[in-house]
């Protein structure tokens, strides 16, 4: 598996509200066996990561992924669903540990549940952050000792919650949902955004305002910030000499409108999401679902870059797709990572792979702020010499 | 060609001032609305005075009757000749007469605070206080806004005891008018608030700490129509105007929209015939295409508003169309007008080629005029269907849009070829298709004038008449 398929999902016209471009994704029928449910979280998280540290945040939502069939019974759509959070004492915060980022529910008796809680979203920023997170696997002399004991951590990466991208808010608010929803393509200066595909319309409904919590990149909150309004698509009927004689004429040339605007968007706009080939990794089974981060090939050269999750059935068909872009600083450090891996963080080697000067190498280490991890004395005693020579 | 202009200025204006209220739409926020409507109120003002005045005789929202009277007020210089300002007076004066009294009030308050003191602003405030029915009603119920307005412009007061009770409460121990007694003696008594109009009582029953239940059963007499909705009491349905019933029904959750089916149908059914009068079963043939995507649930200060109207003109249009002739289509796919509810996309287009599959001679749409699936299909649709289907007209085309667009300066149209008309009461439907021909841009401002003074005229003679009723 190397590619996202969205087939089973038709595109619906877009609507477009200022900079802002909303492609619905419609299912003809909703998918069986897997519902998507909130969770509403008050207060803050504690995640334990394995390396006994605990790392606190302030968590909106999380999603449970439910694959005991629809009409099961007890575990209804709404599970877990709830307004606010427990009690709380009015100086004080709720805190509560999630363990881990992925988890099944237990039932009380301890028995795992086909039921599994994670974070929108977390699944794909841990790949992003643990791209190489063990640093260093042979002791050069231009690594720190630092960065060869504790690797690269802590890492961090800047994100904008949706109420903060200019207009996204407003945007979704006014979107009126098709029938048969299940998903939708988010553009902002009608640039990919994020993808949202979830795997029944009435959770879509329920998700749908969820979507302006979310993380999004640097690049969108700029591209909203500082992006013109975009164009809506608007039809066009040909009626030239002989073109339409019938009311059955302008019917089919209504309907191809519809399709013309389809074939558009899925060559035009959504290629660079469609067409990357991804690096997936299995994070989870559940039953005949599986649960998929992914991140992309950290190509540099203008194509869009995006990380994220996604549940696909058995014949591999995206049921859940949740999707987070990267942008152009957050690429080349990506890049530059996957390249210091492959020559075993040799930095002269690196440079001979990049097709650049030791000093060049650097200066994109410095810059894409893992300065730290550089033994500062050995590197410029280095540069010296390469600059004698 | 500035005739055409003028003509489409014109028309602009009676949109905005049949839909706009200043008031959040689904798509734009109160201010903009606002600082929108400021603009095309002066715009109309300074360039046709004479059609900015006579807007006052048709059929626009109180919400802007009450701003054009201010802004006339205001600008008394502007007039133009003796014989102009006569004119203005008795379209003012006519149109307070019709005016809710609160809405007066207000109008005076912000006189007084704009400083509008002329002579014929205090003429025309004092004509108006002295044909108030029960003064001592209005002294009770708007009590600050009477004192204002007689502040103001020096009114004679209307009798010694309402003076008394206005502006020295302490003199008298006791009144003679019932209505002014009972507001003296409800500080003291409970059963005193049944005497008292509804909004008075309610503040008297929060202080004695009267069960909101046993207050509501009680003054239950003395609410207005407007009132008993409100508080949720059954009102009469027979006597209600169809856009409010509208609201009413789809104010209702679905299981009780369908235990009451047959009596919420047969009071719009009835509501609507009352609304056609005399052109009922005149139009034969007639489609609709009505939209209940998600945009028309409105704002939450105009909450579902724009689909109550399509409602309402759903049962209008059945009542106006002859018997059996006429196909409403929902842009949903829905059928069941009772259970309509504001979801989905607007797929107008395909809508409107399905309604002219039925053959009409009259299509209606309802619409807010944003078609997003596939966006500007329906203007496509409806030009083709013009230009080549349909050049001799045998089908009228009329869009009728209950959303101001604030950006536009006036109701989104579909396409330029198809007239399109502000509308707020499903009710005014005949007329504002009347006024649609002009949006055509067929007919120049010369007959838009004509029918304006028609309209005039008519509306003077009925306030006169009325006022002889009176």
New interface residues.
């Given amino acids: 598996m190397s590619r996202i398929d969205l087939s089973g999902l038709d595109v619906?016209?877009?609507?477009?509200w200022g900079g802002v471009r909303l492609v619905?994704l419609v299912r003809a029928e909703p998918v069986p066996g897997l519902r998507l449910h909130r969770e509403v979280y008050g207060g803050f998280g504690a995640v334990d990561l394995p390396d006994r540290t605990t790392y606190l945040s302030y968590v909106p939502h999380g999603f449970v992924a439910d694959w005991t069939g629809t009409g099961s019974g007890a575990e209804s759509a709404a599970y877990g669903t709830r307004l606010g959070g427990e009690v709380t004492a009015a100086d004080s915060m709720p805190v509560r540990r999630l363990h881990r980022m992925a988890k099944r529910r237990r039932d009380k008796d301890g028995r795992a549940e086909r039921r599994l809680r994670f974070l929108p979203l977390h699944l794909a920023l841990e790949g992003y952050l643990a791209l190489h997170f063990g640093g260093p696997s042979v002791v050069w002399d231009e690594w720190s000792r630092e960065a060869v004991r504790h690797g690269l951590s802590p890492r961090s990466e800047a994100a904008y919650a949706g109420w903060s991208v200019p207009g996204l808010a407003e945007a979704l608010r006014?979107?009126?949902?098709?029938?048969g929803q299940c998903g939708m393509l988010l553009y902002v200066a009608d640039a990919l955004a994020a993808a949202f595909v979830v795997p029944h319309p009435e959770d879509y409904r329920l998700l749908h305002p969820t979507l302006v919590e979310d993380l999004y990149g640097e690049l969108v909150h700029q591209y909203a910030y500082y992006g013109a309004p975009v164009p809506?698509?608007?039809?066009?009927?040909r009626?030239g000499a002989g073109?339409?004689?019938?009311?059955a004429d302008?019917?089919a040339?209504?309907r191809e409108?519809?399709r013309a605007?389809a074939a558009a968007h899925d060559g035009l706009m959504a290629r660079d999401l469609l067409e990357t080939s991804y690096a997936f990794e299995r994070v989870q089974r559940m039953g005949p679902f599986d649960l998929y981060r992914f991140l992309p090939p950290f190509l540099r050269g203008g194509a869009e870059q995006h990380i994220g999750e996604l549940i696909t059935d058995r014949k591999g068909r995206t049921v859940y797709l949740k999707t987070f872009r990267l942008s152009e600083n957050q690429i080349r450090k990506g890049h530059l990572l996957r390249r210091l891996a492959d020559c075993d963080w040799h930095l002269g080697r690196t440079a001979e792979a990049l097709g650049t000067s030791y000093a060049e190498v650097v200066r994109r280490i410095r810059s894409a702020g893992l300065d730290p991890l550089l033994n500062a004395h050995v590197v410029t005693e280095r540069l010296r010499e390469d600059q004698e020579s | 060609m500035s005739e055409l202009v003028a003509a489409e200025d014109v028309l602009l204006f009676v949109n905005a001032a049949v839909t706009a209220t200043g008031q959040r739409e689904?798509?734009s926020t109160a201010a903009a609305q606002h600082f929108s409507l400021r603009f095309v109120h002066e715009y109309v003002r300074v360039n046709y005075r004479p059609v900015y005045a006579a807007a006052l005789a048709l059929d626009i929202n109180h919400h802007n009757a009450a701003l054009i009277v201010e802004q006339l007020l205001r600008t008394a210089d502007e007039a133009g000749g003796p014989e102009e300002k006569r004119a203005e007076g008795r379209l003012i004066a006519a149109r307070l007469a019709l005016l809710p009294p609160q809405r007066v009030y207000r109008l005076f308050r912000a006189l007084r605070a704009a400083g509008v003191n002329n002579r014929r602003t205090r003429a025309i405030t004092r004509a108006w206080l002295a044909a108030r029915p029960d003064p001592a009603l209005d002294a009770v119920k708007y009590r600050s806004g009477l004192k204002a307005a007689l502040r103001h412009v020096h009114g004679r007061l209307p009798d010694p005891e309402t003076g008394d009770f206005l502006f020295a409460p302490g003199r008298r121990v006791r009144y003679e008018n019932p209505t002014l007694d009972a507001f003296r003696r409800a500080r003291y008594e409970q059963s005193a608030l049944y005497e008292l109009p509804f909004t008075v009582a309610e503040g008297f029953a929060a202080r004695h700490g009267v069960p909101r239940e046993l207050f509501l059963e009680r003054i239950a007499p003395r609410m207005t129509r407007l009132e008993q909705l409100r508080t949720e009491r059954a009102a009469d349905l027979t006597v209600m105007p169809l856009t409010r019933l509208a609201l009413y029904v789809l104010s209702l959750p679905y299981g009780e929209r369908v235990a009451r089916r047959a009596e919420l149908t047969a009071a719009l059914r009835a509501a609507a015939r009352r609304a056609a009068g005399p052109y009922a079963g005149s139009w034969g043939r007639v489609a609709a295409v009505l939209d209940d995507?998600?945009?028309s649930s409105g704002s939450a200060v105009k909450r579902r508003r724009p689909l109550a109207v399509a409602l309402g003109c759903h049962h209008l249009l059945e009542a106006l169309a002859a018997p059996g002739a006429y196909t409403p289509l929902w842009t949903?796919g829905g059928d069941d007008p009772l259970l309509v509810r504001p979801?989905?996309?607007?797929p107008l287009?395909?809508r409107i080629?399905d309604a002219?599959?039925t053959g009409p001679e009259r299509l209606v749409i309802v619409s807010d005029g944003w078609d997003?699936?596939?966006?500007?299909?329906a203007?496509?649709?409806l030009?083709?269907?013009r230009?080549?289907?349909d050049p001799e007209r045998r089908t009228s085309v009329v869009h009728l849009n209950p959303v101001y667009d604030a950006e536009g300066f006036d109701v989104r149209r579909l396409a330029p070829s198809v007239p399109v008309a502000g509308i707020r009461d499903a009710e005014d439907l005949a007329a504002l298709v009347e006024i649609a021909q002009f949006a055509e841009g067929r007919t120049g401002f010369a007959e838009l004038r004509a029918y304006l003074d028609r309209r005039v005229e008519l509306f003077l003679a009925g306030a006169t008449g009325e006022g002889a009723r009176g």
């Fill in positions: 619906r016209p877009a609507q477009v619905p006014i979107f009126e949902l098709h029938p809506e698509f608007t039809a066009r009927i009626d073109g339409v004689r019938s009311l302008l019917r040339a209504a409108q519809e605007w | 689904f798509r995507s998600f945009s949903s979801y989905g996309p607007t287009g395909t080629l002219l599959d997003n699936a596939p966006p500007g299909l203007g496509e649709v030009r083709v269907w230009s080549r289907l």
